[in-house]
């Protein structure tokens, strides 16, 4: 329901009475009534949670008591071969807190209903993995209601929508209680293909109580829908299917002329291959060639492309709960594109397991987006004004509350039931965070700070304000300040110095606790893992796995970084920070000097500067408090999820959980609660999915699918070029010594040898003075930086946390060179010229220079 309103798709006021709810609530009721839910004693917490909530719809809704439709929601329902249709309680006409109190006691019993009870023992599910959650809604006093399915139930056709109506509120639909008007409508349009004119006799009333109504007999036989509003509520149905990637059957409301979605839910009962999400297969069938299902007819209209990990060849198909992570973290596009009124958002599809993407259309309408576009910028300004960053005042509160609150969690100590709770928590929360992570608005401290340098001292070189912002200390110069300080323990104890440069980054961990004088540096390292543990290689740069552990999940990461660390002369690895700095703040006096005496604008810029400080923090920051931490928190709750299922043999191996899906995780831990005769075969779903992840990795998907390119991405005018952007001529020496070039993206010159380092190398391997040299770079290699002579690369971005790592420590960085892992040769010397842009044979080696 969340993802229908974050679409844009007109759904009802409400608020929802969690699963978790639902648990707390059977815990605290007698053992004997268990099954009683209409008799519990509901905890007065979630008493005082419900009438809150129900408080705050009144307030929104502008009705004092509104009324309510009371619907049920349960973990265990429409599923691809168990729909649980019309086993569960739904109310409607709903009044007063005490009403929805009862009705939510009312859903909750319909769980232990004996027909609930014995499908679910029909379909061998579990009686553990059963939770109930409860939507409360605005009813809407519709005139006409019923279903739409985006599929034929009956046929399987694809390319119809199908819809059901009747007169008054949808319940004479769901229940079968009328003859409904069936219109067939064809997708490739939309256009009515065929009208079935029901005798609809009665209508529901108003409340669950209330008999039904008799209809009018010259209504009886007429049409329930005219054929504009027919294909308004097709239109409604296929929005609701591309926001869910997958056919769905939508509950729907015609009231003064609007038509509302109230629930929508995927179609079940449906072969595989039609009801997986955007081509995707669980079955164990699948195979080349490679076929594209679409999700929507709609979207066999837009031109999609392969994604890759920014430009490299896709090497896999992505497993299950990759994709579901990964979906997560690309809807927080279409959430941010909504809040900042964007007219367009990065859509993905899954097809056979390959992530294809293009741009698409927000669902907001022009005066929407303009007014979401005035109101977030408005936000971003007040905080300007008081000198804070939309990220510092807004954003980062929020990430750093959350994070605490995952982090501090002990999963080992959690029950199967928590844990689950944990995980879905955990995925939200990446989801959320992200969708932060894409606000950025217009302006802000750094640039109030540039402007204002420039009024007063007039200069026109917009490097200086620049160089007032750099090495301001930052989370990565604190985790790489934490580095250096373990290293020198290292250096400081020959036995520690001689096992971490003959062993393994794993083996010397093993033996750490034998090795003499070893207890300082345990201690050290357990401080600096509590601390900085939670960088994982998530970032602009990184393969984009989520598989990706963290420096807390695997110490011996942070060993092979230092193994780097300990060959080197840290005060030497320091020195051009240190620099920096010292600049930095002799450039600060000599501005103050400037400015004069006069105390005004010496407070102006004094205030300015510290903002613009700490906006320049947040901005490197949030590299590790988003970008790592997210998935490093991911990670972590996957990885305990799919160890307490292997060590149960629900799965096989711990690995295997990448072959489930997210809600299936919730469903396997909560059947580990009791011992119970008999389990969902997680096994063997496996075994079907790791073939189809097998079979996806033989196909070669195309590089392009749906529509030709628009013709207007062709005709696109190119921006025009800035006189900076054009680069800088070549001298004759560069021209005789050129082998690459890029973007200046680190001051500096440097000659070494070149280290190609591929893409799929957690830590990268180099010798003191290398030359690191690669298709990208993300956060896990970055604190490696210190320790090489250049860096070299064929994409990359200036604002990048690489070129910033880089600039920081006074590392020469090339990019976007396109082809320098194409052009260069492992091991030949080269010169990296950072201010230029500029790969060169070195000077002594002249023109025959290999």
Known sequence: MQRLVGGGLRVPL????????????????????????????????????????????????????????????ATLEDLPDAAFAGLYATGTGIRGVEEVLTWVRRC??????????AYRREHRFSEESAAMAVIVQILIPAEVAGVAFTVDPVSGQRDRVVLNAS???????????????????????PKIVSRTIGDKATRAGATPAAPREAVPDERRRQPTLDDPTIIAVAELALRAEGLRERPVDVEWALADGQVWLLQSRPVTGLAVDTQSPAGRTDDATAAPPFEVRWPTPEAANHHWKLFSHQGLAPSEAWRPLEQDIWSRFWGSRRNAAGVRGQATYDESIWVQGYRYRCEAATALSEEERTRGEEEFQAAVDACTERGDSYYQAVVEPEVLSRNAELDAVDLAALSPERLAYHFTKTIEMLERHWTLHWLWGRGGPRERFEELYKELMGDEDEQIPKKLLESIPNKFTETVEGLIALARTIQASPALREAIETEQPATFLAQLPALSGSDPFQ???????????????????????????????????????????????????????????????????????????????????????????????????????????SFALVHLAVSACGQRLAAADAIDDAQDIWLLHETEIGIALHELTKALPERSDWRTLADERRETHRRQQELDPPPTIGAPPPAEDEQKEQPEKKEEDEPLPLTGDEERRLLVRGQAGSSGVA???????????????LAPGEILVSNNAGPLWTPVFPTVAAIVLDEGALFQHAMGAAREYGIPGVLQTKEATAMLQEGQMVTVDGSRGLVLRPDELGEGAN
């Open 167 to 189: 007169w008054g509120l949808g319940i004479s639909v769901v229940d079968g209680l009328v003859e409904p008007d069936t219109f067939k409508v064809d997708r490739n349009g």
């Open 108 to 117: 909750w019993a319909s769980l232990y209903d004996r027909a609930a009870i």
């Open 523 to 629: 201690e050290q390292l357990d401080v600096f893992l509590a601390q900085w543990g939670l960088r994982s290689g998530m970032g602009f740069g990184t393969n984009r796995s989520p598989d990706l552990v963290c420096w807390r999940e695997n110490p011996s990461l942070v060993i092979d970084i230092l193994q780097h660390y300990v060959l080197q002369d840290l005060d030497r690895v320091t020195a051009p920070q240190r620099r920096t700095a010292e600049e930095r703040a002799a450039l600060f006096a000599k501005t103050m000097g400037a400015i004069g005496e006069d105390a005004d604008q010496r407070e102006r810029f004094t205030f300015w500067y510290e903002a613009a400080q700490r906006a320049a923090r947040n901005f490197e920051d949030h590299n590790y408090d988003i970008d790592s931490v």
């Open 14 to 73: 409400g608020f929802v009475v969690t699963t978790e709810a639902h648990r707390l609530a059977a815990g605290s009721a007698p053992a004997s009534q268990r099954e009683m839910a209409d008799d519990w004693p509901l905890p007065p917490t979630l008493v005082t949670a419900i009438a809150s909530a129900h408080e705050r719809l009144a307030r929104q809704s502008g009705e004092g008591q509104p009324t309510l439709a009371v619907r049920s929601s």
């Open 751 to 765: 000659t070494g040898r070149v280290r190609l380092i591929p893409r799929t190398v957690t830590v990268p391997d």
